[in-house]
């Protein structure tokens, strides 16, 4: 059984094309794509670790957050995630003895990825960033709070089995397409848009909104993943709402 973990750290070549390509390699739909009532924007661990001064920084993950919220004014339903670990989390390199960041090690899920310890429950590094104003948002899910397994995912955990409510939220309220932006683009954005896709919901992400770790080309790896499962690509300018 393949691991989409190694899909997006392993996956190379050409994947099906959807949609027309547009500038900078992107994925459009015909024209402006809507976001009516039936779609959610699902913004995705816009945490003060993972923006610069924090212990999981991604480069520039500060310099989205007023896109966001603009992005954000033009939905009626909206979505928060958080990494929300345990202090002995099972993915932080300091749980394995030898072990550094960004190493490997096998787990009964599969490989997992090993981080700085991050987001730690109740701690300030785990807080969204002070700067993200969307007080209409209607959901915050939490997910990696179960010490045994990482949850990149808002739908589902890394073991592929535990869910985390989220996609029969969406459809009890009708919801048919999904937008994705935040952090970071080749991990918890990308397992968020495979997820969606795989409960059927038409699948965006948007990638002005969006920045990436990038550890060794698991950025360009995981767009190769994410248009093989019929993720849509699209910048925040290809939005009516934008």
């Not at 993200?132 to 949850?151: E, F, T």
Request: hydrophobic letters at 40%; proline letters at 2%.
């Amino acid at each position: 059984m393949v691991n989409r973990r190694d899909v997006i750290l392993g996956l190379g070549g050409a994947a099906l094309s959807l949609g027309v390509i547009g500038k900078a390699g992107s994925v459009l739909a015909a024209g402006k794509v809507s976001a009516g009532n039936s779609s959610v924007l699902i913004v995705v661990d816009v945490q003060n670790c993972f923006v610069p001064g924090g212990s999981l920084a991604v480069k520039e993950g500060d310099v989205i957050v007023p896109l966001i919220n603009k992005l954000a004014k033009g939905f009626k339903n909206v979505v928060l995630t958080q990494d929300w670990h345990t202090a002995d989390h099972v993915s932080f390199a300091s749980q394995h003895g030898g072990k550094k960041p960004f190493e490997s090690v096998k787990l009964p899920y599969g490989n997992q990825v090993l981080w700085p310890d991050h987001c730690v429950q109740g701690t300030e590094g785990a807080s969204l960033v002070k700067d993200l104003s969307i007080p209409h948002a209607q959901l915050v899910i939490r997910k990696g709070y179960h010490k045994d397994v990482d949850s990149y995912s808002a739908f589902m955990e890394a073991d592929g089995k535990t869910s985390t409510g989220l996609g029969g939220y969406l459809k009890q309220r009708n919801i048919k397409r999904i937008f994705v932006v935040g952090l970071a683009t080749d991990f918890c954005v990308a397992w968020t848009a495979m997820d969606a896709r795989k409960q059927g919901f038409e699948t965006f992400v948007i990638e002005d909104a969006c920045r990436g770790i990038d550890a060794q080309g698991s950025l360009a790896k995981s767009w190769t993943a994410m248009k093989a499962a019929g993720v849509k690509r699209i910048q925040s300018g290809d939005l009516a709402t934008a």
